[in-house]
């Protein structure tokens, strides 16, 4: 809805077809341009629709958010997560984010240009005892892509970020800190004392996408509340 609202003609990709609809209604109720494309991001053929479509509908591709991602619940302990559930994280984390870039940035050489922002995560640059192993691998692997990408592509006025957000208020996590427990143990870490909310990690997203970041490459852009930068926090 903000890049919209910015007069951004949207694309939407994701599994979820009920949500992914009404989002493109809500655009196009609040007179911008949006369609839905049901995509399952790890599946290179619908990938490749996906930014077909975008170019096809609206002539060109500027701007790829690979926001797609995964953290079940048994992803644990690396001595306890299944392989299983290990290449299922990496099919939509990682391998995802790699297709998105994959199809975006010839549609952004034809375009003369782009944006890309992958969405990695505070996880990738901090461990926890509070382990989920193949999510963070993931989203570490998210953040090298992303600064190979970046360089390979500069001269070509592709820029490429990785948007590193803490813990934003979703219905996972509130079901998550629904426990008193397992909330103190994660929001003591935050400086500013409570999670992100979703419009402020899309606020960061909107920046990287436009020109007013037309200098921003390569980097490792979080927004976290100041958790990364922490030692210890007020009481």
Not at 27 to 48: C, K, N, W, Y
Not at 95 to 120: D, E, H, T, W
Not at 195 to 210: H, Q
Request: glycine share 8%.
């Amino acid at each position: 809805m903000i890049f919209a609202r910015e007069g951004a003609k949207v694309v939407i990709g994701d599994v979820n077809e009920q949500g992914g609809e009404q989002t493109a209604a809500q655009i196009e109720e609040a007179g911008g341009q949006a369609i839905f494309l049901r995509t399952d991001v790890s599946r290179a053929t619908e990938v490749s629709v996906l930014v077909k479509t975008a170019e096809e509908r609206y002539g060109k591709l500027d701007v790829m958010f690979n926001n797609a991602g995964i953290f079940p619940d048994a992803d644990a302990s690396v001595t306890d997560t299944s392989e299983d559930v290990w290449d299922l994280v990496m099919e939509i984390n990682l391998k995802g984010v790699f297709l998105g870039c994959k199809y975006a940035i010839p549609a952004m050489q034809r375009a003369g240009g782009g944006s890309i922002i992958n969405v990695a995560s505070f996880v990738a640059l901090v461990g926890a005892a509070t382990p989920q192993i193949a999510y963070t691998a993931s989203k570490g692997g998210v953040l090298s892509m992303t600064r190979e990408i970046a360089v390979e592509f500069a001269r070509q006025n592709i820029r490429a970020n990785a948007l590193c957000p803490g813990p934003v208020d979703t219905p996972l996590l509130r079901t998550i800190l629904s426990d008193p427990v397992k909330r103190q143990r994660r929001m003591v870490h935050i400086p500013a004392g409570r999670p992100a909310r979703a419009v402020e990690i899309a606020n960061a997203a909107l920046f990287l996408a436009s020109d007013e970041s037309s200098y921003v490459n390569g980097a490792t852009f979080s927004v976290d509340g100041g958790l990364t930068a922490a030692y210890v926090t007020p009481e």
